[in-house]
Structure formats: structure tokens, C-alpha cells
């Protein structure tokens, strides 16, 4: 996300634009763990295939 130079932001914009910016990372997290999830789920059938 680009870094916006923003005049006249009240509080409440502020709050909003902190609570997208959570909302980002934790979805970024969740990819993640799906990610390495897939990983080890994968690594164990190639375990159990020796």
C-alpha cells in the first residue's frame, strides 16, 4: 500500500484507515498459515510414502 499524503484527516478517519491496515495483516497471516499448513500436511505424506 502506497504511503497516501492525507491533509484534514480526523480521528475517526485515522481509526479506520489503523483497522484496515490490522485487518491487511492478520489476512496476510492467515495465508500464511494456510501456506505452511499445506507444507506440512505434505511433508508427512512424503514421510509416510518412505
Do not use: F, H, P
Request: glycine share 0%.
Amino acid at each position: 500500500m502506497k504511503n497516501l499524503k492525507i491533509k484534514n484527516l480526523d480521528e475517526k478517519d485515522i481509526e479506520n484507515l489503523k483497522q484496515i491496515k490490522i485487518i491487511e495483516l492478520e489476512e496476510m497471516k492467515l495465508q500464511d498459515l494456510k501456506i505452511l499448513k499445506v507444507k506440512i500436511e505434505t511433508a508427512i505424506k512424503n514421510i509416510e510414502k518412505e
